[in-house]
């Protein structure tokens, strides 16, 4: 048996499938793609998430497209993280031309131009259907961990929370927490402290700060209501094929804070709301996260942990979550270590570093007898890539160089007109898109801050009372008089000299007037 033979004996094996899948191309070797490998990924082992790494212009996010848009057309709905903008083609028809006739005569997969039924949604107030969750939603381990509090102040902001449920106070937005923090500090101080403990101002001040913190990166649009029901995630169109939801985030770039905090949220809403689904034979929802980077970049240790349970524990609910970024290790081991479907696109070597990062970076990969991996990730073209999978038993597919199939949608940026037409049209944006101000803390607490001031300035100044003088005795009035103090001084100047008279004391006028 020749070396080909053996090649496609082993690939053809290695990804061949009893049920559903999605092909996103052919087998290369020695350069030329084989039309008769086809790379096809089992839909059963999608929700064992999945990496899309590789430089810049080697088509990461091209990738990222063909493999959400062949998810939706298999029934399984997606959610896209689009931080650059073009991602929004997946909602129209593609373009064939010459060079897509040829690459799909390569691989032998006939090329159709088709749509993917397509939700815009967004954090801020770009066109899209509004995202928004309330404070109490993320409870209080959530949210110190979000804020990067440590043990004190996580503890301060349970009581808060508890304080909080206890006198149905409603905690909806920022605003809410941060009236209800200051409360705990003046007005309130008292009653919190009796009832649930004190509550430092030291520890209060550094909460505000980091509140302040998110704020600043515009997280006051995402907290409050209608909250967002990740349920609508799920839904598919009336031909039953999965509905791709763009989430729009062109303006959060320089926002890593705001991108981990919505990012996080969603992924603990998902797990809490979703039921356990077991072994089921497709993901109920696959999630790419492109930029995934941004999430890791200034994510707390304590973030991080909780991302890495939660990766670890969601795909039992039927949900896969792919990361889209330039380096693998721009993802933390304990997570690339759960990733079960590999897409690595080309790598350059423009240092020693960089050299030393692509044979690091090979060694993530099974052994091939057929390439040189370290060598491959230098050389590879656009649209091509190393691909390691899971079967349905679950074991690590052969690693195969693979010619991918191109978008049957659109590559590129929609306009802002078709990004209003397609807003315009959504049900969900009718639904999310109402801003919601019931009366929640903020408007409760206020209240009773100007109630106990009105009532303090209501309430009457005592004057202080004037020390009333003790009435005088009747000696010290008389002795006020001149002429009883003069005839007080002669009587007792006469019972002086009788008394040393008596004595023997007396003496001459001279030694009187010494005495007297």
């Not at 302040?212 to 515009?218: D, H, K, N, V």
């Not at 240790?301 to 721009?330: C, H, M, W």
């Not at 206020?446 to 309430?459: F, L, M, P």
């Amino acid at each position: 048996m020749g070396k080909i033979e053996e090649f496609k004996e082993q690939l053809v094996s290695g990804y061949t499938t009893s049920g559903e899948f999605i092909t996103i191309g052919a087998a290369i070797f020695e350069n030329e793609p084989q039309k008769d490998v086809q790379i096809k990924i089992p839909l059963k082992t999608l929700n064992r998430h999945g990496l899309i790494a590789g430089a810049t212009g080697t088509g990461k996010t091209v990738t990222l497209q063909i493999i959400a848009e062949n998810m939706c057309n298999a029934g399984i709905p997606v959610l896209l993280m689009d931080l650059k903008g073009d991602l929004s083609g997946i909602s129209r028809a593609g373009v064939i031309n010459s060079k897509i006739e040829e690459r799909h005569r390569a691989i032998g997969i006939e090329y159709q131009t088709k749509a993917t039924s397509t939700e815009f949604l967004t954090l801020s107030k770009e066109p899209g259907v509004r995202l928004r969750a309330t404070v109490s939603e993320f409870g209080p381990v959530l949210f110190s961990k979000i804020l990067d509090l440590n043990d004190t102040q996580s503890g301060i902001v349970a009581v808060l929370f508890k304080y909080a449920d206890d006198k149905k106070l409603p905690l909806l937005d920022l605003k809410d927490f941060k009236q209800l923090l200051q409360y705990a500090t003046e007005g309130g101080k008292v009653e919190i402290q009796k009832q649930y403990g004190n509550v430092p101002s030291a520890s209060a001040s550094t909460i505000l700060r980091k509140i302040i913190e998110l704020e600043s990166q515009g997280a006051e649009v995402f907290f409050g209501e209608k909250s967002f029901e990740v349920a609508d995630l799920v839904r598919k169109d009336n031909n039953g094929k999965g509905i791709a939801s763009v989430i729009r985030l062109t303006d959060i770039q320089d926002k890593p804070k705001l991108f981990s905090t919505f990012m996080l949220s969603l992924l603990a809403e998902v797990y809490a709301s979703f039921p356990e689904a077991g072994d089921i034979e497709k993901p109920k929802l696959c999630i790419f996260i492109d930029e995934a980077h941004l999430i890791f970049k200034e994510a707390s240790n304590a973030l991080l942990e909780q991302i890495e349970s939660i990766i670890k524990l969601i795909r039992s609910k039927g949900v896969g979550i792919y990361f889209i970024t330039q380096n693998p290790y721009d993802v933390p081991d304990s997570v690339l270590s759960q990733l079960g479907l590999k897409v690595q696109h080309a790598l350059r070597a423009f240092t020693e570093k960089d050299r030393k990062a692509i044979k690091k970076t090979a060694e993530n990969y099974p052994i091939s007898a057929f390439y040189k991996t370290d060598e491959l990730l230098t050389s590879l073209g656009i649209g091509q890539a190393l691909v390691t999978a899971l079967n349905e038993k679950g074991i690590p597919t052969p690693l195969a160089a693979v010619h991918l199939r191109a978008p049957s949608s659109r590559i590129g940026i929609l306009t802002p007109e078709e990004i209003t037409e397609n807003v315009n049209a959504s049900e969900l944006a009718k639904k999310y898109n109402e801003t919601i101000d019931r009366e929640s803390a903020y408007e409760i607490l206020t209240g009773k801050i100007g109630k106990a001031q009105e009532i303090a300035s209501e309430e009457p100044v005592e004057k202080p009372k004037k020390i009333q003088k003790e009435e005088k005795s009747v000696f010290e009035k008389a002795s006020e008089n001149t002429m009883v103090r003069q005839i007080g001084r002669t009587v007792m100047k006469e019972v002086a000299r009788g008394l040393l008279g008596v004595l023997g004391l007396g003496g001459s006028d001279k030694n009187k007037k010494g005495w007297f």
